[in-house]
C-alpha cells in the first residue's frame, strides 16, 4: 500500500524529471498559469519586470503548495516503510526526497554560452544550443564587438532565450536571412544583437511567419536585404529599441498580422518605408519611430490596414511624403515631419485621426509632383478615398528663406476616373464603378460589362477587385481641420479643389 501511495505522489507530478522542469519555468503544466505568461511582452522595463514577479510569485506558491502535498505523502510513505523494514524502497525513497528538494533549489538551469570571435562562424554552435525549451542562449562577443559569421538561417524554437553579451555582431554570408520563425515560434526572446548583412543576398534579416508572444529588443540591423518582417497572422511580437542602418528595402514590415508593436526605432538610409503596414493588419502599435533619411515614407498604412496606432514620432528628409496613411481607423498623435521631399502627412484613407503634430518645410520636391505641396494634406490615391479623415490641434510652418511648403492644408479634386469599355489598362489601375473602387489584377483592354460585386470580377476581358468604397459621393469628403495653425505658405494656408461641401475647415 505504502509502495503504491509512493507511485502516485511521482507519477502525479509527472516524475522528478518534470518536477525540476517545472520549478525552473520550462514546464508549466498544471501551475494554473498560462504559458505566454513566462515570456511578459511588451518594451518597458517596469512593465516587464513587474509581470516577471507576477508570474513567478504564482508559480512558486503553486509549486511550494504542491511540492509540501507531495512531500507529506512521501512521509507518510516513508514511515509505513521503515515500520514493515522495507529498507532498500525506504532508501530510494529518501533519494527521490533528496532530488525534490534539490528541484526547489535549482531555481533556472546554467545558461547555453556562444562564444563569438573574430572571424568565427558560430552557425553549428548556435543551432545546436537553440532547442524547443532549452536554457538561455548567451552570443559572448570576445573581445566585446567582436564580429562572427553566420553562413545559415536559424529556425527560432518555441520559448527561446537569445541575448548577446559584450555587443556580438553577426555577418551574414550565404543567407540574409538570420532568424526564421513559423507556427511554432512562440514565446521567444532575442536582444542584445547586431546583424550585418552587407554582404549577403537581399533578404529579411528576421523573418517571422504566423509567430506569436515574442520579442526582439536592442537589435541593430546592418545594411539588411529587408529588415524585420512579420507576416502571415504573426501577433503580440514587441520589437523594441530597434536600430536599422541603410536597409535595402525597408525597416520593419508587417503583413496580414495584428496586436505587434514597434517602441523605440531608429530607421535611416532604409531605400523604402521606415515602417510600412500592408494587406490587412491591424491593431498594430508604433511608438518613437524616428528617421533622419529615409527613401519613401517613414510610417506608410496601405488599403485594407485598419485600426492602428501610431505615435511620438519624427520624420526628416524622406523621399516622399513624411507620412502616408491610406488604410481607415488610424489613430495618429504627435507626429512631426521636416524637409520631406512630398507633404508632411497625406491622409488617402477614410476615418483617420490625427491629434497633435508639427509639419514644417515640406514638399522640397513639390515641382515634381503637384500633390507634394501641403504641411497637411487630403489626397485620393492607392485606393484610398480620403473621406471622414479629422486633424486637430497640429502646426503647420515654413521657416526657409525661400518658402517650398506651398499649401498649409490641401484637398485635392477627385482622383479616379469611372470605368469605360474599349480602354486599355495595366495591372495596378484604379476606376469606379459606381460607389465602389477597383483595381485591375491583369493587363489588356477593357470589356463590356462594369465590375461588379465584392471579391474579383471580370469585366468580360480584365480581372478586377473590389478594394474600397465610396460614401455617398465620389469627392474627398467630411474631412474635418480643427485647431491647426498656420505659419507661412509659398502659395496659400489651405486650399480645397474638391467639390465637396462637407469639408470643414479646408478652405
Same mark, same amino acid.
Given at each position: 500500500m505504502a509502495t503504491t501511495k509512493f507511485l502516485q505522489a511521482?507519477?502525479?507530478?509527472? &516524475?522528478? @524529471?518534470?518536477? #525540476?522542469? *517545472?520549478? =525552473?519555468?520550462?514546464?508549466? $503544466? &498544471?501551475? @494554473?498559469?498560462? #504559458?505566454? *505568461?513566462? =515570456?511578459?511582452?511588451?518594451? $518597458?522595463?517596469?512593465?516587464?519586470?513587474?509581470? *516577471?514577479?507576477?508570474?513567478?510569485?504564482?508559480?512558486?506558491?503553486?509549486?511550494?503548495?504542491?511540492?509540501?502535498?507531495?512531500?507529506?505523502?512521501f512521509c507518510t510513505a516513508g514511515t509505513t516503510l521503515a515500520r514493515i523494514n522495507v529498507w532498500p524502497r525506504f532508501a530510494a525513497l529518501s533519494l527521490a526526497c533528496f532530488w525534490l528538494a534539490l528541484a526547489g533549489c535549482q531555481a533556472t538551469a546554467a545558461p547555453t554560452v556562444v562564444l563569438c570571435g573574430a572571424g568565427q562562424d558560430v552557425t553549428e554552435a548556435l543551432r545546436a544550443a537553440l532547442r524547443p525549451e532549452g536554457p538561455e542562449v548567451i552570443l559572448r562577443a570576445v573581445p566585446n564587438g567582436a564580429t562572427c559569421s553566420l553562413s545559415r538561417s536559424l529556425m527560432i524554437p518555441r520559448g527561446l532565450n537569445l541575448a548577446g553579451q559584450g555587443h556580438p555582431v553577426l555577418r551574414l554570408s550565404e543567407t540574409g536571412n538570420a532568424f526564421r520563425g513559423d507556427q511554432r515560434s512562440r514565446n521567444f526572446s532575442i536582444s542584445g544583437i547586431a546583424i550585418d548583412g552587407s554582404d549577403a543576398p537581399k533578404a529579411s534579416a528576421i523573418a517571422l511567419r504566423g509567430s506569436s508572444d515574442g520579442r526582439l529588443a536592442r537589435l541593430r540591423l546592418i545594411r539588411p536585404g529587408d529588415g524585420i518582417v512579420l507576416a502571415e497572422g504573426s501577433h503580440d511580437i514587441a520589437i523594441c529599441d530597434l536600430e536599422v542602418v541603410e536597409s535595402r528595402q525597408h525597416g520593419v514590415t508587417i503583413r496580414d498580422s495584428r496586436g505587434n508593436a514597434v517602441n523605440g526605432a531608429r530607421l535611416d538610409g532604409q531605400r523604402g518605408f521606415g515602417v510600412v503596414l500592408v494587406g490587412t493588419s491591424h491593431d498594430n502599435r508604433l511608438d518613437r519611430l524616428s528617421t533622419r533619411r529615409s527613401g519613401l515614407e517613414l510610417v506608410g498604412m496601405t488599403v485594407g490596414t485598419h485600426n492602428n496606432t501610431l505615435e511620438n514620432s519624427s520624420a526628416n528628409n524622406t523621399g516622399d511624403n513624411c507620412y502616408s496613411i491610406t488604410g481607415s481607423n488610424n489613430r495618429l498623435r504627435n507626429l512631426t515631419g521636416d524637409r520631406c521631399a512630398g507633404s508632411g502627412i497625406t491622409l488617402y484613407g477614410s476615418r483617420n485621426t490625427l491629434e497633435g503634430g508639427r509639419f514644417t518645410n515640406n514638399a522640397q520636391r513639390h515641382d515634381v509632383r503637384p500633390a507634394w505641396a501641403g504641411g497637411v494634406s487630403f489626397i485620393q490615391g492607392f485606393g484610398g478615398v480620403a473621406q471622414g479623415n479629422t486633424v486637430r490641434d497640429v502646426t503647420v510652418d515654413d521657416d526657409q528663406p525661400r518658402p517650398t511648403q506651398q499649401v498649409g492644408v490641401l484637398t485635392t479634386a477627385a482622383g479616379y476616373q469611372a470605368w469605360r469599355p474599349g480602354v486599355a489598362v495595366r495591372t495596378g489601375h484604379y476606376t469606379h464603378s459606381g460607389l465602389s473602387l477597383y483595381v485591375s489584377r491583369s493587363s489588356g483592354v477593357t470589356g463590356t460589362r462594369p465590375p461588379f460585386g465584392p471579391g474579383r470580377v471580370s469585366d468580360g476581358a480584365v480581372v478586377w477587385e473590389l478594394v474600397n468604397s465610396f460614401e455617398g459621393t465620389l469627392q474627398p469628403d467630411g474631412n474635418t481641420v480643427e485647431n491647426v495653425q498656420i505659419g507661412r505658405a509659398a502659395r496659400a494656408p489651405r486650399e480645397d479643389h474638391s467639390a465637396s461641401q462637407h469639408n470643414i475647415g479646408t478652405r
Open positions: 511521482v507519477g502525479g507530478m509527472g &516524475g522528478m @524529471g518534470a518536477v #525540476r522542469r *517545472a520549478v =525552473r519555468g520550462r514546464h508549466v $503544466s &498544471g501551475s @494554473g498559469v498560462p #504559458r505566454a *505568461a513566462f =515570456r511578459p511582452k511588451g518594451c $518597458s522595463t517596469k512593465e516587464r519586470t513587474q509581470a *516577471a514577479r507576477s508570474v513567478a510569485t504564482s508559480v512558486q506558491t503553486r509549486f511550494e503548495k504542491r511540492i509540501r502535498s507531495k512531500a507529506f505523502t
